[in-house]
């Protein structure tokens, strides 16, 4: 674990995975979805990047 992921904006939950298989991040609360990413840690800074712009 070298990041961490930012609370989900939308639902303000902070039970957030990133899939072990693929590229982005999943809200479990509310099953939103973080943006598609080429490798985990852009999947990673997306959702981050995305979670504090709101
Ligand atoms: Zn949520």
Redesign the pocket.
């Known amino acids: 674990m070298s990041e961490e992921l930012k609370s989900?904006p939308?639902?303000?939950?902070n039970?957030?995975v990133l899939h072990e298989h693929a590229d982005w991040v999943t809200?479990?609360?509310?099953?939103?979805e973080g943006p598609y990413a080429e490798t985990k840690e852009q999947g990673i800074t997306a959702w981050n990047t995305r979670a504090g712009e709101k």
Request: aromatic share 24%; glycine share 16%.
């Open positions: 989900y939308f639902c303000g939950s039970d957030v809200c479990r609360q509310c099953w939103g």
